[in-house]
């Protein structure tokens, strides 16, 4: 246009642009509108006009927080304590696609049993077409694994069969597609020299279409060059995007496509602007009919119900002139050669060695219990309309009604007889393939079978709004199938040798006569320990607890596990990780106990923690080599005292 307006001049320009802004890499002025902009008319102002769908977003859930949490997937799987520091990858790194995934299943199979009411609802109306259902990705790793997931039911580890029979790929069907930015750069600016990429461009264009356009003589209007590459292909002639009712993308939706039959949108991925949030939600707007009522003269509703697109964006800079902290004092913490004989050596224990020839068996006594928590994964969400406060936050207050989202259409699709079979066959698959279980699995099945029964029945507790139905979803069917593998021992009572522990191989015993470090944390010193102080991690707790300890008659020894490098190994969220109790104590008595004791206030992870020490006090035990071992845990320093004479009678 500067070279037209040097050479002839331009006397008037009108731009029509759909989004006059700014896009990336242009300095200070990202996301700022055109400066000649004289008339806008906004995405709000085409859905209040009746123009295009209206987005329904989520407003509320079972959490109660102020920002539910499908409302931005992305943000609310990125939270701390969902992933495991290996799954989010590091500061600057991606996260693990599993683990997103993991995290993203329900509320995905909570839009997904809307589409496939939606889908039936269509049918009945004698609709050909499927509506749509779009998931947004991060990255091109991202995509494929849900893809994956999706179309050829390829499962991830600790995640189980997405059981969406419609978006299952067949031979000669193809329901699920993905898309990646790279494709669809190179066919927008002709530097495609791949068939299959053409292919995938003359899908997305023809997505929502059962037949091609016809001339005067009802032949078929076909693109350029289509029936060469689908004769090359070998593919059908009709349009190639007719069956797709899956897309799986990473930018194709910034790219100006669009499609009347979407009805479902997924968000995977962080949005730094507004402008990208319209972008995205806006390709899935254009309404599928534009017929006038009769009775009203107006065009009928149409909705959109979209997950992890969140039309607000909150800048945050840090403050960069606060003051430097003050600098703290230090403590040396280490053991006292003065006082050798008071020295406390333990087994570093790794893992477990089974060795099961006809039974297995779980100590229900200690297997921790599964709490289906609405408040930690919603099972249910308000969405409604797009309707802002002045802050660009949602509200429910405005036109148009709340709708419920919920997983009761996948529900009712879903049996718990079903779930126990899927986990029964995989902890089957699981000891035989790498437990070196010489029982035949048509042996092991039905075992496991009662055991999963037992657990899903007695130990599983649902609060409602969630349903015991719900461990077909991750991540609850992950922490399902683990805590099981976790709880399953041979059955020393019918003659199986007893679970025994694997000691690291490359370090002896840890002892106390290691410990040499220095802290900022406070300190008490101590006399019946060889280490000159105890490291408190609580501000009153631990100092009492240390208190009651080192003056009660019945104790012999102890240490406060810190830089002690005492842990005991234990899964959780798919994830080797290491607990690591308060203090080990040697009582007094003819066959000195060593005591593992635990001083614990709320901790979601109690259940999981004592399972994982009792099991390393059995299997230490059993061992034998290291002298007699127990755990306890107390709620409260003053019942220390008792703990101590109870396991010291003992």
Request: charged share 25%; with cysteine; hydrophobic share 40%.
């Given at each position: 246009m500067d070279r037209i307006q040097k050479n002839r001049g331009i006397n008037l320009c009108v731009d029509l642009s759909a989004t006059p802004y700014f896009l990336g890499r242009v300095g200070q002025q990202t996301n700022r509108p055109f400066p000649w902009v004289v008339s806008d008319f906004s995405l709000m102002d085409a859905i209040e006009s009746g123009l295009v769908k209206i987005p329904q977003l989520a407003v509320r859930d079972t959490s109660g927080a102020e920002i539910p949490g499908y409302f931005n997937i992305w943000r609310w799987i990125m939270q701390p304590g969902r992933l495991t520091p290996a799954e989010r990858g590091g500061k600057h790194a991606t996260p693990k696609p599993e683990a997103v995934l993991k995290w993203a299943h329900t509320p995905i199979g909570m839009l997904a049993g809307l589409w496939e009411a939606e889908w039936e609802l269509w049918k009945k109306r004698g609709e050909s077409r499927p509506p749509v259902f779009i998931i947004v990705c991060k990255n091109t790793a991202m995509a494929n694994v849900v893809y994956e997931w999706l179309a050829n039911d390829k499962c991830p580890s600790g995640i189980p069969s997405a059981k969406l029979p419609g978006f299952r790929n067949a031979p000669e069907q193809v329901n699920t597609i993905v898309v990646h930015s790279k494709v669809v750069h190179e066919t927008d600016t002709g530097e495609s020299k791949g068939d299959e990429s053409r292919w995938m461009r003359l899908t997305l264009d023809t997505v929502g279409k059962t037949s091609w356009p016809k001339d005067m003589q009802g032949i078929d209007i076909f693109p350029e060059g289509f029936v060469d590459l689908a004769n090359k292909l070998g593919r059908p002639l009709h349009p190639p995007g007719r069956d797709v009712r899956c897309i799986v993308s990473v930018a194709m939706l910034t790219e100006g496509w669009d499609c009347n039959t979407v009805t479902h949108i997924i968000g995977m991925r962080p949005f730094g602007s507004q402008l990208l949030c319209e972008q995205v939600v806006g390709r899935g707007l254009r309404r599928a009919s534009y017929e006038i009522d009769e009775a009203t003269g107006l065009m009928g509703e149409e909705v959109a119900k979209v997950f992890g697109v969140p039309f607000e964006v909150v800048p945050f800079k840090a403050n960069s002139s606060a003051p430097p902290p003050e600098p703290v004092k230090r403590h040396h913490v280490h053991s006292i050669p003065q006082r050798k004989h008071l020295e406390i050596k333990f087994p570093r224990v790794e893992g477990y060695t089974q060795s099961v020839r006809n039974r297995i068996c779980v100590d229900w006594k200690n297997v921790p219990s599964l709490i289906l928590k609405p408040d930690q994964i919603p099972p249910e969400v308000q969405v409604k309309g797009l309707n802002q406060t002045n802050k660009g936050r949602l509200s429910l207050m405005g036109p148009g009604p709340e709708v419920k989202v919920s997983l009761t259409e996948r529900r009712a699709g879903l049996r718990v007889q079903e779930l126990v079979f899927d986990v029964a066959k995989a902890l089957t698959k699981d000891f035989i393939e790498h437990r070196g279980c010489a029982v035949p699995s048509h042996e092991l099945f039905p075992q496991m079978v009662g055991i999963v029964?037992?657990?899903?029945?007695?130990?599983?507790?649902?609060?409602?709004?969630?349903?015991?139905?719900?461990?077909?979803?991750?991540?609850?069917?992950?922490?399902?199938?683990?805590?099981?593998?976790?709880?399953?021992?041979?059955?020393?009572?019918?003659?199986?040798?007893?679970?025994?522990?694997?000691?690291?191989?490359?370090?002896?015993?840890?002892?106390?006569?290691?410990?040499?470090?220095?802290?900022?944390?406070?300190?008490?010193?101590?006399?019946k320990s060889h280490l000159n102080y105890v490291v408190a991690d609580t501000k009153v707790w631990e100092q009492s607890a240390a208190y009651f300890i080192d003056t009660h008659p019945a104790v012999d020894a102890f240490a406060k596990n810190a830089g002690m490098g005492f842990a005991i190994p234990y899964l959780h969220n798919g994830q080797m990780h290491d607990y690591i109790p308060d203090f080990i104590i040697r009582l007094k008595g003819e066959k000195p106990i060593c005591l593992i004791l635990e001083t614990k206030g709320y901790d979601p992870l109690e259940e999981v923690k004592t399972a994982a020490a009792r099991r390393w006090v059995a299997a230490v035990n059993a061992e034998a080599s290291f002298g007699v071992w127990n755990y306890c845990v107390v709620k409260n320093p003053s019942e220390i005292p008792a703990c101590l004479i109870e396991y010291g009678d003992s």
């Amino acid at each position: 246009m500067d070279r037209i307006q040097k050479n002839r001049g331009i006397n008037l320009c009108v731009d029509l642009s759909a989004t006059p802004y700014f896009l990336g890499r242009v300095g200070q002025q990202t996301n700022r509108p055109f400066p000649w902009v004289v008339s806008d008319f906004s995405l709000m102002d085409a859905i209040e006009s009746g123009l295009v769908k209206i987005p329904q977003l989520a407003v509320r859930d079972t959490s109660g927080a102020e920002i539910p949490g499908y409302f931005n997937i992305w943000r609310w799987i990125m939270q701390p304590g969902r992933l495991t520091p290996a799954e989010r990858g590091g500061k600057h790194a991606t996260p693990k696609p599993e683990a997103v995934l993991k995290w993203a299943h329900t509320p995905i199979g909570m839009l997904a049993g809307l589409w496939e009411a939606e889908w039936e609802l269509w049918k009945k109306r004698g609709e050909s077409r499927p509506p749509v259902f779009i998931i947004v990705c991060k990255n091109t790793a991202m995509a494929n694994v849900v893809y994956e997931w999706l179309a050829n039911d390829k499962c991830p580890s600790g995640i189980p069969s997405a059981k969406l029979p419609g978006f299952r790929n067949a031979p000669e069907q193809v329901n699920t597609i993905v898309v990646h930015s790279k494709v669809v750069h190179e066919t927008d600016t002709g530097e495609s020299k791949g068939d299959e990429s053409r292919w995938m461009r003359l899908t997305l264009d023809t997505v929502g279409k059962t037949s091609w356009p016809k001339d005067m003589q009802g032949i078929d209007i076909f693109p350029e060059g289509f029936v060469d590459l689908a004769n090359k292909l070998g593919r059908p002639l009709h349009p190639p995007g007719r069956d797709v009712r899956c897309i799986v993308s990473v930018a194709m939706l910034t790219e100006g496509w669009d499609c009347n039959t979407v009805t479902h949108i997924i968000g995977m991925r962080p949005f730094g602007s507004q402008l990208l949030c319209e972008q995205v939600v806006g390709r899935g707007l254009r309404r599928a009919s534009y017929e006038i009522d009769e009775a009203t003269g107006l065009m009928g509703e149409e909705v959109a119900k979209v997950f992890g697109v969140p039309f607000e964006v909150v800048p945050f800079k840090a403050n960069s002139s606060a003051p430097p902290p003050e600098p703290v004092k230090r403590h040396h913490v280490h053991s006292i050669p003065q006082r050798k004989h008071l020295e406390i050596k333990f087994p570093r224990v790794e893992g477990y060695t089974q060795s099961v020839r006809n039974r297995i068996c779980v100590d229900w006594k200690n297997v921790p219990s599964l709490i289906l928590k609405p408040d930690q994964i919603p099972p249910e969400v308000q969405v409604k309309g797009l309707n802002q406060t002045n802050k660009g936050r949602l509200s429910l207050m405005g036109p148009g009604p709340e709708v419920k989202v919920s997983l009761t259409e996948r529900r009712a699709g879903l049996r718990v007889q079903e779930l126990v079979f899927d986990v029964a066959k995989a902890l089957t698959k699981d000891f035989i393939e790498h437990r070196g279980c010489a029982v035949p699995s048509h042996e092991l099945f039905p075992q496991m079978v009662g055991i999963v029964n037992k657990y899903i029945h007695e130990e599983v507790a649902v609060q409602l709004p969630a349903d015991l139905r719900d461990l077909h979803f991750a991540p609850y069917y992950g922490w399902l199938v683990e805590v099981l593998l976790e709880c399953i021992r041979p059955d020393s009572l019918s003659g199986e040798a007893p679970e025994i522990p694997r000691y690291e191989s490359s370090r002896g015993p840890g002892t106390t006569n290691e410990v040499d470090f220095w802290t900022s944390r406070e300190v008490r010193e101590v006399s019946k320990s060889h280490l000159n102080y105890v490291v408190a991690d609580t501000k009153v707790w631990e100092q009492s607890a240390a208190y009651f300890i080192d003056t009660h008659p019945a104790v012999d020894a102890f240490a406060k596990n810190a830089g002690m490098g005492f842990a005991i190994p234990y899964l959780h969220n798919g994830q080797m990780h290491d607990y690591i109790p308060d203090f080990i104590i040697r009582l007094k008595g003819e066959k000195p106990i060593c005591l593992i004791l635990e001083t614990k206030g709320y901790d979601p992870l109690e259940e999981v923690k004592t399972a994982a020490a009792r099991r390393w006090v059995a299997a230490v035990n059993a061992e034998a080599s290291f002298g007699v071992w127990n755990y306890c845990v107390v709620k409260n320093p003053s019942e220390i005292p008792a703990c101590l004479i109870e396991y010291g009678d003992s």
